[in-house]
Protein backbone atom coordinates (compact mmCIF):
# COMPACT_ATOMS: atom_id res chain seq x y z
CA UNK A 1 0.00 0.00 0.00
CA UNK A 2 3.09 2.71 0.73
CA UNK A 3 4.43 1.78 -2.44
CA UNK A 4 1.21 2.45 -4.76
CA UNK A 5 0.82 5.92 -2.77
CA UNK A 6 4.43 6.90 -2.56
CA UNK A 7 4.14 5.88 -6.94
CA UNK A 8 0.82 7.66 -6.79
CA UNK A 9 2.25 11.06 -4.86
CA UNK A 10 5.30 10.81 -7.59
CA UNK A 11 2.69 10.59 -10.58
CA UNK A 12 1.10 13.66 -9.67
CA UNK A 13 4.47 15.47 -9.47
CA UNK A 14 5.70 14.34 -12.73
CA UNK A 15 2.33 15.53 -14.16
CA UNK A 16 1.92 18.93 -12.52
CA UNK A 17 5.46 19.90 -12.97
CA UNK A 18 5.51 18.20 -16.95
CA UNK A 19 2.43 20.89 -17.06
CA UNK A 20 3.85 23.92 -15.88
CA UNK A 21 6.91 22.92 -17.76
CA UNK A 22 5.56 22.82 -21.77
CA UNK A 23 3.31 25.28 -21.05
CA UNK A 24 6.13 27.76 -19.76
CA UNK A 25 5.12 28.64 -16.46
CA UNK A 26 8.99 27.02 -15.96
CA UNK A 27 11.11 28.99 -18.51
CA UNK A 28 13.66 27.12 -20.00
CA UNK A 29 16.88 27.69 -17.39
CA UNK A 30 14.56 27.92 -14.75
CA UNK A 31 15.93 26.53 -11.63
CA UNK A 32 13.55 23.41 -9.83
CA UNK A 33 14.31 23.91 -6.43
CA UNK A 34 12.50 20.50 -4.63
CA UNK A 35 11.42 22.50 -1.37
CA UNK A 36 9.45 25.12 -3.31
CA UNK A 37 7.83 22.28 -5.47
CA UNK A 38 6.93 20.45 -2.27
CA UNK A 39 5.32 23.57 -1.02
CA UNK A 40 2.82 24.24 -4.17
CA UNK A 41 2.09 21.21 -4.65
CA UNK A 42 1.64 20.25 -1.16
CA UNK A 43 3.76 16.22 -0.56
CA UNK A 44 7.10 15.45 0.63
CA UNK A 45 10.41 16.08 -1.38
CA UNK A 46 11.14 11.98 -2.19
CA UNK A 47 8.00 11.96 -4.52
CA UNK A 48 9.53 15.35 -6.27
CA UNK A 49 13.31 14.29 -6.76
CA UNK A 50 11.43 10.82 -8.05
CA UNK A 51 9.46 12.81 -10.64
CA UNK A 52 12.44 15.24 -11.33
CA UNK A 53 14.53 12.31 -12.15
CA UNK A 54 12.11 10.53 -14.31
CA UNK A 55 11.61 14.01 -16.08
CA UNK A 56 15.18 14.49 -16.38
CA UNK A 57 15.40 11.25 -18.39
CA UNK A 58 12.32 11.85 -20.60
CA UNK A 59 14.50 15.00 -21.76
CA UNK A 60 12.32 18.18 -19.88
CA UNK A 61 14.46 18.42 -17.02
CA UNK A 62 18.60 18.57 -16.39
CA UNK A 63 20.38 18.34 -13.34
CA UNK A 64 23.89 20.19 -12.08
CA UNK A 65 26.20 18.38 -9.53
CA UNK A 66 25.78 20.79 -6.11
CA UNK A 67 23.09 22.71 -7.48
CA UNK A 68 20.10 21.44 -8.35
CA UNK A 69 17.26 20.37 -11.10
CA UNK A 70 16.64 23.27 -13.60
CA UNK A 71 14.14 23.26 -16.88
CA UNK A 72 16.22 21.84 -19.62
CA UNK A 73 16.69 24.66 -22.41
CA UNK A 74 15.71 23.56 -26.17
CA UNK A 75 18.79 23.57 -28.07
CA UNK A 76 19.23 23.46 -32.01
CA UNK A 77 20.21 19.71 -32.14
CA UNK A 78 17.16 18.45 -29.59
CA UNK A 79 14.95 19.81 -32.12
CA UNK A 80 16.67 18.30 -35.16
CA UNK A 81 16.87 14.50 -33.18
CA UNK A 82 12.99 14.67 -32.29
CA UNK A 83 11.90 15.44 -35.35
CA UNK A 84 14.71 13.13 -37.15
CA UNK A 85 13.17 10.07 -34.96
CA UNK A 86 9.67 11.47 -35.04
CA UNK A 87 9.36 10.84 -39.19
CA UNK A 88 10.71 8.11 -39.17
CA UNK A 89 8.79 6.22 -36.68
CA UNK A 90 5.45 8.47 -37.88
CA UNK A 91 5.68 7.62 -41.02
CA UNK A 92 6.12 4.09 -40.86
CA UNK A 93 3.40 4.22 -38.87
CA UNK A 94 1.08 5.84 -41.26
CA UNK A 95 1.77 3.57 -44.13
CA UNK A 96 0.47 0.60 -41.74
CA UNK A 97 -2.38 2.54 -40.67
CA UNK A 98 -3.47 3.31 -43.91
CA UNK A 99 -3.71 -0.17 -44.17
CA UNK A 100 -5.24 -1.02 -41.33
CA UNK A 101 -7.74 1.39 -40.38
CA UNK A 102 -11.22 1.25 -41.12
CA UNK A 103 -13.70 4.47 -42.29
CA UNK A 104 -15.62 4.14 -39.12
CA UNK A 105 -12.45 4.17 -36.63
CA UNK A 106 -11.94 8.20 -38.01
CA UNK A 107 -15.19 8.41 -36.66
CA UNK A 108 -14.17 9.97 -33.28
CA UNK A 109 -11.29 11.75 -34.38
CA UNK A 110 -13.40 13.79 -37.37
CA UNK A 111 -15.94 14.58 -34.09
CA UNK A 112 -13.04 15.71 -32.25
CA UNK A 113 -11.55 18.10 -34.83
CA UNK A 114 -14.83 19.27 -35.42
CA UNK A 115 -15.23 20.07 -32.00
CA UNK A 116 -12.04 21.90 -31.25
CA UNK A 117 -12.50 24.09 -34.81
CA UNK A 118 -15.99 24.87 -33.26
CA UNK A 119 -14.06 25.93 -30.00
CA UNK A 120 -11.47 27.82 -31.33
CA UNK A 121 -14.14 29.67 -33.61
CA UNK A 122 -16.12 30.52 -30.72
CA UNK A 123 -13.71 31.27 -27.80
CA UNK A 124 -10.07 31.35 -29.36
CA UNK A 125 -9.77 28.12 -27.43
CA UNK A 126 -6.22 26.92 -28.82
CA UNK A 127 -6.04 23.65 -25.86
CA UNK A 128 -9.02 22.31 -27.96
CA UNK A 129 -6.46 22.52 -31.03
CA UNK A 130 -3.79 21.45 -29.16
CA UNK A 131 -5.80 17.79 -27.84
CA UNK A 132 -7.23 17.38 -31.91
CA UNK A 133 -3.40 17.64 -32.72
CA UNK A 134 -2.44 14.78 -30.25
CA UNK A 135 -5.42 13.16 -30.92
CA UNK A 136 -4.74 12.64 -34.73
CA UNK A 137 -0.93 11.54 -34.13
CA UNK A 138 -1.59 9.37 -31.34
CA UNK A 139 -4.16 7.21 -33.52
CA UNK A 140 -1.32 7.02 -36.38
CA UNK A 141 0.92 5.47 -34.08
CA UNK A 142 -1.58 3.45 -31.94
CA UNK A 143 -3.75 1.87 -34.81
CA UNK A 144 -0.22 0.74 -36.49
CA UNK A 145 -0.51 -2.22 -34.16
CA UNK A 146 3.23 -2.30 -33.45
CA UNK A 147 4.00 -2.33 -29.83
CA UNK A 148 7.38 -1.54 -30.08
CA UNK A 149 7.28 1.20 -32.18
CA UNK A 150 4.76 2.65 -29.71
CA UNK A 151 6.73 2.94 -26.91
CA UNK A 152 9.86 4.10 -28.78
CA UNK A 153 7.34 7.16 -29.66
CA UNK A 154 6.21 7.51 -25.99
CA UNK A 155 10.07 7.97 -25.11
CA UNK A 156 9.68 10.96 -27.13
CA UNK A 157 6.32 12.36 -26.31
CA UNK A 158 7.19 14.69 -23.44
CA UNK A 159 10.04 16.13 -25.67
CA UNK A 160 7.45 16.65 -28.76
CA UNK A 161 4.79 18.04 -26.51
CA UNK A 162 7.09 20.30 -25.37
CA UNK A 163 8.66 21.29 -29.11
CA UNK A 164 4.63 21.19 -30.64
CA UNK A 165 3.83 24.27 -28.40
CA UNK A 166 6.79 25.86 -28.53
CA UNK A 167 5.92 25.77 -32.67
CA UNK A 168 2.23 26.77 -31.89
CA UNK A 169 3.72 30.66 -30.29
CA UNK A 170 4.86 31.26 -34.25
CA UNK A 171 2.16 33.73 -35.37
CA UNK A 172 -0.78 31.89 -37.17
CA UNK A 173 0.91 28.13 -37.00
CA UNK A 174 -1.81 26.72 -35.60
CA UNK A 175 -4.37 27.90 -37.90
CA UNK A 176 -2.11 26.29 -40.19
CA UNK A 177 -1.46 23.00 -38.31
CA UNK A 178 -4.90 22.54 -38.41
CA UNK A 179 -5.18 22.58 -42.22
CA UNK A 180 -2.29 20.48 -42.60
CA UNK A 181 -4.45 17.45 -40.08
CA UNK A 182 -7.09 17.86 -42.11
CA UNK A 183 -5.46 17.02 -45.15
CA UNK A 184 -3.73 13.90 -43.53
CA UNK A 185 -6.91 12.81 -41.86
CA UNK A 186 -9.03 13.00 -45.41
CA UNK A 187 -5.97 11.16 -47.02
CA UNK A 188 -6.03 8.91 -44.89
CA UNK A 189 -9.76 8.28 -44.97
CA UNK A 190 -9.32 8.27 -48.67
CA UNK A 191 -6.11 5.67 -48.74
CA UNK A 192 -3.82 7.44 -50.43
CA UNK A 193 -0.44 6.47 -49.00
CA UNK A 194 1.80 9.06 -51.35
CA UNK A 195 -0.42 12.19 -50.48
CA UNK A 196 -0.75 11.44 -46.77
CA UNK A 197 3.02 10.67 -46.43
CA UNK A 198 3.53 14.47 -48.16
CA UNK A 199 1.35 16.34 -45.88
CA UNK A 200 2.61 14.62 -43.01
CA UNK A 201 6.39 15.04 -43.63
CA UNK A 202 5.45 18.47 -44.66
CA UNK A 203 3.46 19.23 -41.32
CA UNK A 204 6.55 17.50 -39.56
CA UNK A 205 8.74 19.79 -41.17
CA UNK A 206 6.72 22.59 -40.63
CA UNK A 207 6.15 22.30 -36.85
CA UNK A 208 10.43 21.94 -36.27
CA UNK A 209 11.10 25.05 -38.26
CA UNK A 210 8.19 27.16 -36.37
CA UNK A 211 10.09 25.69 -33.02
CA UNK A 212 13.45 26.79 -34.07
CA UNK A 213 12.02 30.10 -35.54
CA UNK A 214 10.84 30.99 -31.85
CA UNK A 215 13.60 29.58 -30.14
CA UNK A 216 15.93 31.94 -31.93
CA UNK A 217 17.87 29.45 -33.90
Known amino acids: ?????????????????????????????????????SKELGISRTPIREALKELQYNGLVRTIPGKGAFVAELTVQDIHEVFFLRQVLEVAALRVTIQNCRKEDLLPLKRVFSAALDKKLNQNDYEALFQSDVSLHNFIVKTAGNRRLSEFFAI??????????????????????????????????????????RILTMHLENVKNSALAISGF
Not at 8 to 27: E, G
Not at 158 to 173: H, K
Open 1 to 37: MEKNIRKSLKDKAYYSIKKDIITFRYKPGEALPEEQL
Open 156 to 197: LSDQIERIRRTSARLPGRMEKSLQEHRGILEAIEARDVEKAE
